[in-house]
């Protein structure tokens, strides 16, 4: 009951965060459903439908090979959606876990890890991304790793400012003066109390995460064909005459900017929510 | 004020050192070694041994890590930037010095266009804030932020072929030898990058602008009679947009980040084609060596940008 009235209190106050948090959630039905609700199969061929235009038989038009599109597209989602989810969540965990205790214990350790941030900040996202793809070859589980080293800093960064804080507060005070281990003082009282900023981040990274390996796809160093992906659709919809079969290179980008978009706002409206002092930045 | 100026140029050489050990390392923990995924790329059906010893000899590859490092650290001190591509044979110093310029006006001409229409953007929708110009302005920030670089560069060339039946010119020509063909090239991957980046500084503008416009001494300057374009002028932007700058400098590595992508969309012989190109040969000396380049580049800028910021505003307290 509690749960419904605070979403339609968030619907109210904040009409394009709740429609960025249902695209999302249609989003995730759909991927998870793909093989259930896709009106052809994905991988196969059909030579006699080659580039057939957007029609009530194939909604998002065929590519070359005659496949359908629109099912390429949904299957493409679980792409997206799985490097976005994998990537934030091993990136968040990881990140929290050194940013917090970075700041609880200081000294050499927090030394260290404030020049690795310094220093991963100093690059452009996309080359850490690409110099790590091509190190460990092009695959979803290293593009998904390859993300999520891009993303921890940033989460070591704003997890550990918080827990500089945190650390002062009376209660994290009171539970080093009872004799509460390290440990015990992380996990209990630390972590918990630094994570809303790191979740109102983490949303917004869900959206670059998931252009960044739409990214790598589209520049061949991603996701490889057969699997579909938005960016690798995109790709081979570049590589072909564009003017040809234009539906190939539209759907696949509405779907992938529609997508980030809802993250986006959503992401927004969740800070605005969350953490008052960052509202209107 | 020497003395942090002193302690961020110190910074400054241990974390390129720990950005070149990082791309280093990058490189190393390759499954498979690097002259065994040339010689299988070349269509020889037979690689002796000897073939192969030969050539991880030549690359290096026999000499312990630390020499190899020492080896590549210096080429890019000495201008060597690390020999030459294994793809063309290029060398990479009179590949870097190719492509370092067109990447360098393509950032420029971004940073120019931004510049012109984010601070006034800006300004205007903190004026309007919450009225109809405000939303205008963030309807067009958010769609430049969540629509993908790439994607809009395909729909902008596709719109231009069947739309108005034109194509960019197919080679890049330098601002010099023909400025007509050199701006109708490299100006739509501008366009795009500059919409996002945009989007970005309007955003920070606008927050700023709102902060000061809420100060007492803007109450002060309002009641004492001035006019408001004076309050705006004098007492409003000058303290807005300090802190627009640093962020300026902060937004490059995105600027970067995107320029990778729609120099290989637009075919711009840039640096950013040269990683890209340099990845899918994989081709390692050069994306060593630009990858460094690249985040020498951006520490620097930034490094500049926030010395900058501290001599501009006096109110920054060094100590910290």
């Not at chain 1, 599109?69 to 490097?83: A, D, E, K, M, T």
């Not at chain 2, 809009?152 to 080679?171: E, I, Y």
Request: proline letters at 6%; hydrophobic letters at 50%; a positive charge.
């Amino acid at each position: 009951m509690s749960i419904l009235s605070g979403i339609l209190r968030f619907a109210r106050r904040k009409p394009l965060g709740a429609f960025g948090g249902a695209v999302v959630i249609f989003m995730i039905t759909i991927a998870v459903l793909a093989p259930v609700i896709v009106p052809a199969d994905p991988y196969t061929h059909n030579p006699s439908a080659s580039y057939e235009p957007p029609s009530w038989k194939y909604l998002a038009g065929t590519d070359v090979f005659g496949r359908d599109q629109l099912s390429r597209i949904i299957y493409g989602s679980r792409v997206s959606l799985f490097v976005g989810f994998a990537s934030v969540i091993i990136g968040t965990t990881v990140g929290v876990v050194i940013g917090v205790t970075s700041a609880y214990v200081g000294g050499k350790f927090d030394l260290v890890v404030q020049r690795f941030i310094d220093t991963m900040m100093g690059f452009p996202g996309l080359v850490v991304v690409l110099v790590m793809v091509v190190a460990l070859g092009p695959s979803l589980l290293n593009v998904t790793l390859a993300i999520a080293f891009n993303y921890f800093d940033k989460v070591i960064r704003l997890s550990r400012s918080s827990a500089l804080s945190v650390k002062e507060e009376p209660y994290v005070l009171a539970a080093v003066a009872i004799g509460a281990r390290t440990w015990r003082i992380l996990t209990r009282y630390m972590i918990p109390n630094c994570l809303a900023p790191v979740f109102v981040l983490a949303t917004q990274q869900l959206g670059a995460a998931i252009v960044i390996v739409a990214s790598l796809s589209f520049l061949g160093l991603g996701v490889q064909p057969p699997t579909p992906s938005w960016g690798n659709m995109l790709q081979s919809a570049a590589k072909t005459n564009m003017e040809l079969a234009p539906w190939l290179s539209i759907f696949p980008g509405v779907a992938l900017a529609l997508l980030t978009f809802s993250f986006a706002v959503f992401g927004d409206a969740l800070r605005d929510v969350l953490d008052p002092r960052m509202r209107g930045t | 004020m020497k003395a942090y100026v002193a302690k961020r140029i110190l910074l400054f050489v241990p974390t390129l050192f720990f950005a070149s050990l990082l791309i280093f390392g990058a490189m190393r923990v390759l499954p498979g070694d690097v002259a065994a995924r040339i010689l299988s790329d070349e269509d020889q059906a037979y690689v002796t041994q000897e073939q192969y010893e030969q050539l991880r000899t030549s690359l290096g590859l026999n000499d312990p890590l630390a020499v190899q490092y020492g080896t590549w650290i210096w080429s890019m001190m000495n201008g060597q930037f690390g020999g030459e591509s294994l793809a063309t044979r290029e060398p990479i110093s009179e590949m870097v010095s190719r492509r370092l310029r067109v990447t360098a006006l393509l950032a420029l001409y971004t940073i120019i266009i931004t510049m012109i229409v984010s601070i006034p953007l800006g300004i205007l929708a903190a004026i309007y804030q919450d009225r109809w110009p405000d939303y205008v302005i963030r309807i067009f920030t958010i769609t430049g932020n969540s629509i993908p670089n790439f994607w809009l560069a395909l729909m902008l060339l596709l719109f231009m072929v069947l739309v108005l039946q034109w194509s960019p010119p197919l080679r890049y020509r330098p601002v010099w030898d023909d400025p007509t063909a050199h701006f109708l090239k490299i100006i739509w991957p501008v366009l795009i990058l500059a919409w996002g980046y945009t989007a970005f500084m309007t955003r920070i503008t606008r927050s700023n602008v709102l902060e000061v416009l809420r100060q007492d001494y803007v109450r002060t300057a309002r009641s004492k009679g001035l006019h408001e374009i004076v309050v705006l002028g004098r007492h409003v932007l000058r303290n807005a947009l300090i802190p627009v700058i640093t962020v300026a400098g902060f937004y490059l590595s995105f600027l970067l980040s995107g320029s990778l992508i729609l120099e290989n969309i637009f075919s711009i012989p840039g640096i950013g084609q040269g990683i890209i190109a340099g990845a899918r040969e994989r081709d390692y000396p050069v994306i060593q060596s630009l990858t460094l380049l690249l985040v020498f580049f951006l520490l620097g800028i930034n490094l500049i940008v926030d010395l900058l910021y501290k001599i501009i505003d006096p109110r920054i307290d060094f100590a910290k």
